[in-house]
């Protein structure tokens, strides 16, 4: 008979099940079960306004765009911290987990009196005419910010335990550098940095705290969709509200899935690559 | 002699207290800016029940967004009594049950022990020279004020603009809804609640004229310096009434009814006209009023009722696809 190495796997099972439904199912069930009470045609006019569309174009395009941003340079941060010894390194490393424990209604008021046009940054920029505060590019600033944290933290371990031999092996074969990059080193990674893009993605299509600082709110150019649900609690809409956090929801739900399908189609290439 | 009596009063009193004295506590749900003020009144008013009953009063605060402390206070927040920025929120609340749907006739004045009015903040020396509500339409002004849709003080700086463009010789409703398009037209950012937009004018040099609660316009002047912003007061506002209540279930549930009770009514005695008026709120007594009269100049004001009361004009501007929806862009 085959033995498990931990013993009450009932035990830690029924757990982790009554766990998972209590702290995450039970408050989507109520969820849904809200929002049912806006009908099908309410769901309808809510999912056909412009201003909702917009919203939720600003929110998902913007953390798209932000988990894009952050999965590049989150890429280069983290193997600069990984691979490089230079002096400040331990601190640069522990000032990485920032965004995780700032509040972010503060990060969002740092970054607008930093990019508002009597700011120190936006001062130089606004004349530029890059208007950072106050439009959509502080909202993907925002969202950046908190995002960031997310790819590093996850990709750092899997690059310590990176094995240099096989840099060696491809140099010694005859391969380039872009060839040891892209057909030896990043295999490797796309798993990892695929998770740590998912987690900032989500992290981004949920922000509210940050982003309503630095967005200015203008209804069609700069408002997210976490701020048409909070508008509809102000009215006592509740059943609004909820069926638009039903549909933020489903979008980050399917969001996420194809990620994860997208682990598993390059998990397998690898696999078989190797 | 004299020495001996004041001891004996003293000791008789400890007795007496130390006898029957009991610790009550008070939650009091209120909004944003009436931190400071409340923070004195809870003072002097524990002070003030401490003498007259020998009890002590612990009076909490919850601050928050009017709709939002509303909110808490339908979903189980235990507060005792609210003090908040519109009859509308109070009104949410009674309706779920809470306190009775005639709550603002339980207290003088509409249950609106201080006032407040919509003024203008400007920066220093007016440099576009703001006066009054239509220059605020002028090319080139960029006005601040926060989103009525989730801003208590953000509705009475659109039902003030609103009632303006009405009040002009030959205004009506199609005229207002026009004027009230334009005027938000000039709004380069919507904050969510007051405070922010006052931080994003002053703090931020954002746009050249605030609406803002006159308390908030005065606090402003006072925290930043009195050379830095003007106020205007234009040709016409609106009364700004918030309310406060008891809710009645919370009370009776802790048995607190009596000291919730003195609670309100000293916001309209002397001592507490005194404290709002130091707070830069408009006192209803006359007396008061008198004395801050140089910190309140005479404004016209019109009151929401000319509007047909907080629930019409609720359901008429700014419920979902009502008029503010109606003039914003997207729709």
């Known amino acids: 008979m085959h033995r498990r ?6 035990i830690s099972l029924g757990y982790a099940v009554s766990y998972l439904g209590l702290i995450v199912l039970l408050p989507l069930a109520a969820l849904a ?10 769901l309808l006019r809510l999912l056909s306004s412009p201003r909702t569309l917009a919203a939720l174009k600003l929110s998902f395009g913007g953390a798209l765009l932000a988990a894009l941003i952050n999965a590049f340079i989150g890429l280069l941060v983290a193997w ?11 601190l ?18 740092a970054l607008t009196a930093l990019y508002a046009p009597n700011g120190w940054l936006g001062r130089w920029l606004v004349p530029l005419g890059i208007q950072v505060a106050y439009a959509p590019l502080g909202v993907l600033l925002a969202m950046v910010f908190v995002g960031f944290p997310f790819v590093v933290r996850t990709l750092q371990p899997v690059l310590q335990s990176l094995d240099r031999d096989v840099e060696e092996a491809a140099e010694s074969l005859g391969a380039s550098r872009w060839q040891t990059f892209a057909r030896v080193i990043l295999p490797v990674l796309v798993p990892t940095l695929l998770t740590g893009f998912a987690l900032a993605l989500a992290r981004a299509v949920g922000e509210y705290g940050s982003v309503i600082f630095i967005a200015g709110n203008i209804p069609m150019r700069s408002e997210i969709a976490p701020l048409l649900i909070v508008q509809k609690l102000e009215a006592f809409d509740y059943a609004g509200a909820a069926a638009l956090g039903v549909v933020m929801l489903s979008f980050s739900f399917l969001l996420l899935i194809l990620i994860s399908l997208l682990q598993r189609w390059s998990n397998r290439w690898e696999e078989r690559a190797a | 002699m004299k020495k001996r009596t004041v001891l004996l009063a003293i000791v008789g009193t400890l007795m007496a207290a130390s006898a029957m004295a009991k610790d009550v506590t008070l939650l009091n749900a209120s909004y944003d800016p009436t931190r400071e ?28 967004g009017s ?14 009594v609210v003090t908040l920025a519109l009859a509308y929120d109070v009104d949410a609340v009674a309706d779920h049950g809470l306190l009775a749907k005639d709550w603002q006739k339980r207290l003088p004045d509409n249950a609106s022990p201080y006032t407040s009015t919509i003024v203008f903040l400007v920066r220093k020396g007016n440099p576009k020279g703001i006066k009054d509500w239509p220059d605020l339409l002028k090319p080139g002004v960029k006005v601040i004020t926060p989103n009525p849709k989730t801003s208590g003080g953000a509705r009475w700086n659109f039902l003030a603009a609103w009632g303006y463009a009405l009040k ?16 938000y037209r000039q709004v380069p950012v919507l904050d969510t609640g007051a405070r922010g937009a006052t931080n994003t004018f002053a703090q931020r040099g954002i746009g050249d004229v605030l609406l803002a609660w006159e308390n908030e316009a005065l606090l402003s002047q006072r925290e930043l310096g009195k050379d830095g912003f003007q106020i205007v007061l234009p040709s016409i506002s609106i009364l700004a009434e918030p309310p406060v209540a008891i809710v009645d279930k919370n009370v009776d549930q802790h048995g607190t009814r009596e000291v919730a009770d003195a609670y309100l009514k000293f916001l309209y005695s002397p001592q507490g006209q005194e404290l709002e008026a130091k707070h830069f709120y408009r006192p209803r007594s006359a007396e008061v009023a008198r004395k801050y009269a140089a910190q309140f100049p ?18 008429k501007f700014f419920a979902d696809g009502a008029i503010f929806d109606q003039i914003g862009p997207g729709n």
């Open chain 1, 5 to 10: 190495v931990l013993p009450g796997f009932g």
């Open chain 1, 33 to 42: 079960w809200k929002a049912s009470g806006i009908g099908g045609e309410g």
């Open chain 1, 80 to 90: 600069a911290l990984v691979r490089y010894r230079f002096p400040g390194r331990r």
């Open chain 1, 92 to 109: 640069f490393d522990a000032l990485i987990d920032l965004p995780f424990a700032l509040p972010t209604a503060v990060a969002g008021i």
């Open chain 2, 37 to 64: 003020l409340y923070k004195d009144v809870n003072q002097a008013f524990a002070a003030q029940w401490k003498a007259q009953h020998g009890d002590t009063v612990t009076i909490q605060m919850s601050h928050g």
């Open chain 2, 67 to 80: 709709g939002k402390q509303a909110r808490s206070v339908v979903d189980g927040l235990p507060a005792d």
């Open chain 2, 168 to 183: 002009q010789p030959g205004g009506n409703e199609v005229k207002a809804r026009a004027f009230v398009r334009d005027l």
């Open chain 2, 298 to 315: 005479k404004v016209n004001t019109f009151t929401i009722d000319e509007l047909g009361g907080w629930r019409q004009a609720q359901a």
